[in-house]
């Protein structure tokens, strides 16, 4: 029911103000600094009102209150008050007193942990929205995804995953509108890395490409161990994502990944690994030249058509849908029933922490809009 049609209903009584989400946020790196940095701007906005942050916690330590914490102030208290870090603390902080009982429940995952993943599926089978950057928790096995689907049923409460591909682009939104509009999706192939991207966009065969990779990472365009983004592994779990989103329930060992990163810089320690990095260079140059000799480009892809799935390398015409971006946009097209012919392509930065943190923010806000409505309390 509509909080204007329960207004209607009740014409005695004046609509109730919709009361704050009430808020964890997990993880206090880049993107979980950003989250941070957006809420303490939208403080004394309408938008600030509609979210309450009570529970910070990175690995080591935490910090709550029963009411709002001040997000400017959230880190100096986690070094100060916070106290030793639990995710038992987490279910029962939201919880709140019973005043609070009716303010919907957020739990926003800026962390790139497991341990805090294998934890979804329990939150929202208390009834408890979850928010994600984190590709671990329908990225991996099809067992857990499978529970997160189960577990949004049960407790009824939202999973925002928009961050979890693209960095907040509207891809997982748009696959599944259209099969609720009753569209089928044929294929899907795109560039799901930004770390991947930048680096092929700037590649010109002339500099060694392991200069490219060091630039990249003090950019912070890759992890700090480039072999993250170059084995494959972070788009294979966004194409994983992508694919079930799409109705194709793979299996995590079901998509054929070609990684980038020879055996020989695979086994190396960490600290090692910048003086081996030339290893990339003569592989990746003789790639170039037979992409130039045809007047193609090389572009990392990720594809799922026919139930199959695969990551690596490809040399693409220069007009080909995924050819194109620049920077570190993630571009990717869609055919399906409608789009058959000419795909569906939707581009936009695919990283950065702060279009990481909007993202989560805007599943945040809506979970909060919508717990309201359901409860027939105004958010007007």
């Not at 979850?130 to 995804?145: D, E, H, Y």
């Not at 020879?262 to 003086?275: E, K």
């Not at 989560?360 to 809009?369: N, S």
């Amino acid at each position: 029911m509509s909080a204007r049609v329960a207004a209607q209903r009740e014409p005695g009584r004046a609509a109730r103000a919709a009361p704050a989400g009430r808020v964890a946020l997990l993880g206090t790196g880049t993107v979980g600094r950003a989250v941070l940095a957006r809420l303490a701007a939208w403080n004394g906005s309408p938008l600030g009102a509609r979210l309450s942050l009570v529970h910070v916690a990175n690995s080591r330590h935490a910090v709550s209150g029963p009411f709002a914490l001040a997000p400017d102030h959230a880190i100096a208290l986690l070094a100060t008050q916070g106290q030793p870090a639990s995710l038992d603390l987490v279910a029962p902080v939201l919880g709140g007193d019973p005043a609070h009982r009716a303010a919907p429940r957020i739990v926003i995952d800026a962390t790139a942990s497991d341990a805090v993943a294998a934890q979804h599926a329990g939150w929202l089978a208390q009834g408890i929205h979850v928010v994600t950057a984190c590709k671990l928790g329908q990225g991996t096995s099809l067992a857990r995804w499978r529970a997160i689907a189960a577990a949004q049923a049960a407790g009824g409460a939202g999973y925002g995953d928009s961050a979890t591909v693209g960095a907040g682009l509207p891809l997982l939104r748009s696959l599944r509108e259209l099969q609720a509009g009753g569209d089928r999706i044929h294929a899907i192939a795109g560039v799901l890395s930004g770390s991947l991207a930048w680096l092929f966009n700037r590649y010109d065969g002339l500099r060694p490409f392991s200069g490219f990779v060091r630039d990249a990472r003090e950019a912070g365009y890759t992890e700090p161990d480039p072999r993250d983004d170059l084995s494959g592994e972070d788009v294979r779990r966004k194409l994983l994502i992508l694919a079930r989103a799409a109705g194709v329930g793979l299996e995590a060992d079901e998509v054929d990944v070609q990684s980038l990163v020879p055996p020989a810089l695979a086994g190396l320690s960490v600290d090692a690994l910048d003086a081996a990095l030339p290893t990339l260079d003569s592989p990746l140059r003789a790639r170039f030249a037979d992409a130039w000799k045809r007047g193609e480009r090389l572009r990392f892809i990720a594809r799922l058509e026919g139930g199959r799935a695969r990551v690596g390398l490809e040399s693409l015409p220069v007009d080909h849908p995924l050819a194109g971006g620049a920077g570190t946009d993630n571009r990717v097209a869609v055919w399906s029933d409608r789009y058959r012919d000419q795909p569906l392509v939707i581009q936009g930065p695919g990283a950065g922490a702060d279009v990481t943190a909007a993202a989560l923010l805007d599943d945040a806000l809506r979970f909060a809009a919508t717990s309201s409505a359901a409860c027939g309390v105004s958010t007007r």
